[in-house]
């Protein structure tokens, strides 16, 4: 039977839908399966709560991510790094 005709959902799609609706990438019918799952699984409904919580979290942050330069620039030293380790 397919996932389409199957109203249950088994707990790891249901994680991995829920990780794809906090992106807003999942489509009605995977949120609706979810929630129907999540009104049955005790543990999806803890995981679902807590991923909102560290989306909450990261939002309210204002963390400030690396520009590309200092990636680039990073890397650079760390393959520097692991060639003088190699020698060695």
Not at 47 to 62: M, Q, V
């Amino acid at each position: 039977m397919s996932d389409k005709n199957n109203i249950t959902t088994p707990c790891n799609k249901a994680n991995h839908v829920c990780d794809k609706a906090q992106y807003k990438e999942a489509s009605l019918w995977e949120q609706l399966r979810l929630n129907i799952h999540l009104m049955l699984c005790p543990c999806c409904r803890d995981y679902t709560k807590n991923n909102k919580k560290l989306t909450e979290a990261i939002k309210s942050s204002n963390l400030k991510c690396m520009d590309k330069q200092c990636k680039e620039a990073l890397k650079a030293k760390f393959e520097k790094a692991l060639k003088e380790q190699e020698i060695s």
